[in-house]
């Protein structure tokens, strides 16, 4: 990493912030996003992509236009008008903030300031524009959680309201339990970026952190000279793997990746830490960490999988072989299967590498007080997180706290550790607070990617449609580090058969090191790119057979009884043929369409416990706190903690309640993953909720009464296997998720102007958040198929820029029709089922199918860019 000259030049800007003088003392090249947030402590503005102003978190008002902050230099204020969220007319506030909760436009909420700030500026010229007009003005703008639905709704309801035309809706109404449409925790406060994330946090004394990365994917570090990074002045200390005084390799299942790589090892990946440094601020301690000069003997990258499974392959971990993990399972003879089927079909198919893309990067801040470290995380398992900080600090787990703040997006990217372990040295080291905040291109070389797959797939049926066998052979590539991908392959192996009853399977799926960025846990974690095969070879030998895919499915599809891929008999699953009938009409109408069905587990299951733990407390004057052991991230876990609170106690709504998340409240409930947060941690706070009301009952319903109590609630699956397992029914996962998704094209141009998505939710805790989870999932799910992949070259990202990774924006992004099936299962709380990973599994062999339909072709890898980009018959 080559040193960039920082110029210490500075110059007096004065402009007009939030209507009162500003004048502030910049340096050169220093952004308004900069001045704002470390010089003026606006934190409304949010750092998603600095400076490559392609996120729109920062925008800003500047003379009544929407500005990227981070795009434009402080100077260029100079004499301007700047209008911040928190400048904004009380009223203009309320009616925005309000549309957007009520509308559901707020998930993880970190983009949603920008949104907010463009709104002003949208209808500051025009009160009523159309959608359309909407969605033009909000190209800049990304959000990878909403699909942008409800926040289209949102715009058009402060317009209108704006307009006299609509009441300002409330946000709290007499009946807020389960299957009502209350508002998001908190989300007037994070629609105007009131709500701290971890890189808005502040403490006295607090340092900054910076890390130098890898260069190279598989060198040798012969030396690291940290010597200019230490003679800056401003730097306090400069860490490397010799300063680590625990552990230094941390892992969620293998512990295999090290949170410093030292002299003499060689590096895995462009994402391995080589130094860490803490400063007065973030600009002395970024300079600091470029300044360090490291003298590497450059080796050829291991980069595809296949010829890393060769016996001449160098190994990217030294001692052991490249192959990470096999799953595989066998069920009745598929080779007589196969010879007695009326049809047969095979192929291959390849899925991409997909960058997660959640809008916050990484951020860490550790606070030391007294013998004890307190992290404030952004992590999807605070308890994980602890454990490995504990041994990585080598202090016992009780001297290591961490508490949850605000998550901006996951999708299963931020189940590893990133930063925590350097920032929480760093604070070890200089008995300091650290904040260590990284830029979008280091998040990007530092954190799991969607494992890319090679699927080798044959599919057999009868002469009526009936399928007889499933063989497949899968290679995954796990990139440097094994993070969960022996899990995701599991994953993708157990879901090789799809929603189907296929008599005869066999299946195996390997998953392999290499020197690219890791693959670990991302959104449908390998069930969506066997859903891509699967669905395919469906329609394939529905061709064969005569039959249309509609037909094909109805046929097909799992009934209660009968056996899912790795052997296990499902129950309550009726509603995977509901969701498929409330799509006919749609199909059957519609010219050029595409349609495709999706199973997915709810738990890890496979033979790993799954417990949800719940606390409710008490406090003075009836004040309730609720506590669990999850991470929300943006999928309304707070709400529905709330929401089954309310419903299992029959407390009247109240203003105040609280949630919090930190393991000092000892509620252990693993990694916020699988979709399983709502069945858990639901039926836990069901648990806690129903212990509260039976003493509320002995006392006449007198909350304040109860005051200083606590009520403890848990629930746990401990009955599931691993696949394989021998016996006559081999439960693997506690419940599963539906779905059935159509995808309609327009006859003429075979754009997508369309996508109506069936989903089995068991029963909508808030049908309002449910939706949102689906309708952004679908918009995950056609960035998969069409567009989004981070394309790498001898391991290392070609362009990390956030448009060239191919996720859609508003104009890009069709219509979305979300059709909610509600099929009790009795394992969820109230009936619930987990929705937050399946609502992508169909979408892209949904579009195959349409396209297919369109001009004729079969699509067998992903991206389907070349259709994306020039549709032509």
Known sequence: MTAELVSDAQETVSFELNGSPATVLVFEGETLLQTLRDRLGITSPKDGCSPQGQCGCCVVNINGQGVTSCAMLTTKVAGKRVVTNEGLPEQERTIIARAFATSGGVQCGFCIPGFVARTAAILGRDANPSREQIKKQLGVHLCRCTGYVKILDAIELAGAVKRGERELPPLLTQACGVGKRLPKYQAEAYALGDVPYVDDMSVPGMLHGAVHLSEHPRAKILRIDTSQAEALPGVVVVATAKDVRGRRRYGLIEQDWPSFVAEGETTCMVGDVLVAVAAVDRRTARRAAELCVVTYEVFEPIVDGRLALADDSPTVHPGRKNLLSTSA????????????????????????????????????????????????????????????????????????????????????????????????????????????????????????????????????????????????????????????????????????????????????????????????????????????????????????????????RERNLLRDGERFGPGQKMKNCGGLLRTLEAVKDCFYGAKIAGLACGVKNVGIGNGMIDVGRARIDVLSGGRLRLCHGMTEMGQGLHTIAIQVMYEATGLAPQEGVTVEVTTDDGLDCGMTTASRATVLVGNAMKDAGEKLRAELDLLGGELSALAGKSYTGEWKCDFTVKPGTPGDNPITHLSFGFATQVVLLDENTGKIRRVVAAHDVGKAINPTLCEGQIEGSVHMGLGYALSEELVLEGGVPVDPTMRKLGVLRAHETPDIEVILVEEPEPLGPYGARGVGEIGLVPTAPAVAQALYKFDGRWRTTLPMRDHYEKPKR
């Open 329 to 552: 399972y066998v069920r009745g003879d598929v080779d007589a299967a196969l010879a007695n089927s009326a049809f047969v079909v095979s192929d291959t198919f390849r899925t991409q590498t997909i960058e997660h893309l959640y809008m916050e990067p990484e951020s860490c801040l550790v606070v030391p007080e007294g013998d004890k470290l307190h992290v404030y995380s952004q992590g999807q398992g605070i308890y994980d997180d602890r454990r490995q900080l504990s041994r990585a600090l080598d202090l016992p787990e009780a001297l290591v706290e961490v508490t949850l703040v605000s998550n901006g997006g996951a999708f299963g990217g931020k189940e590893d550790l990133s930063i925590q372990a350097q920032t929480a040295l760093l604070a070890q080291l200089t008995h300091k607070p650290v904040k260590l905040t990284v830029s979008r291109d280091e998040s990007i070389r530092i954190h799991p990617k969607r494992h890319p797959l090679e699927m080798h797939y044959t599919m057999a049926c009868d002469a009526n449609g009936k399928l007889t066998a499933v063989k497949a052979r899968m290679l995954a590539d796990s990139g440097a580090y094994a993070s969960v991908g022996a899990k995701v392959v599991e994953r993708a192996v157990g879901h090789a058969c799809g929603p189907y009853y296929v008599p005869a399977a066999d299946v195996l799926g390997q998953a392999v090191y290499t020197n690219n960025t890791p693959n670990g846990a991302m959104r449908g974690f390998g069930v969506n790119q066997s859903a891509f095969a699967v669905e395919q070879l469906i329609d394939r030998l529905a061709e064969k057979c005569g039959l249309d895919a509609y037909q094909m």
